[in-house]
């Protein structure tokens, strides 16, 4: 790995968590995390959440997340969003759905427009969280993704 390089480190601290040696993972996405790198903390909420090496923590898990999404980790605004659901900051939820949905996030989407029936945001909130997420989704369209979506579809065993 090159030094100081955090994408790689979150990568091979990703192959170790898959290998099940979930210490050596705790230490590249701390270290990926330390150098700026938001899958990295947002892996490293994961672990905390789930007790995987290290205690359950949820001042971890809120920091990391924090941290992810603050460098446009949209998975990790949107599960900032859920954390503010279950703790009652319905409005502080909304915001979170809103950033993630600008990003392209999906389930952030569906999570306004449920909001949206239930009188939570606007009409205006929601059709400008729409334009921004169809105007992200369409940003990471390429010929080469299409290519490359349609090879995996071809390839699921059914």
């Known amino acids: 790995i090159e030094a100081n390089d955090p994408v790689a480190m979150c990568q091979e601290g990703s192959e170790q968590y898959k290998k099940g040696d979930h210490q050596s993972a705790l230490e590249y996405f701390t270290k990926a995390a330390e150098l700026g790198d938001a899958d990295a903390h947002y892996r490293l909420a994961f672990m905390y959440r789930n007790g995987h090496v290290v205690e359950k923590d949820m001042g971890k898990v809120i920091h990391h997340l924090e941290e992810a999404a603050i460098s446009g980790h949209p998975t990790a605004r949107y599960d900032l969003g859920c954390e503010e659901w279950n703790d009652g900051n319905a409005e502080r939820a909304m ?29 205006e909130e929601l059709a400008a969280a729409l334009r921004a997420h169809h105007a992200a989704v369409d940003a990471t369209k390429s010929s080469q993704r299409e290519a490359a979506e349609e090879y995996m579809r071809s390839s699921e065993v059914s």
């Open 95 to 123: 915001r979170h759905f809103i950033i993630a949905a600008n990003l392209g996030h999906d389930d952030s989407m569906k999570m306004l427009m449920a909001a949206y029936r239930g009188g939570l945001v606007s009409k």
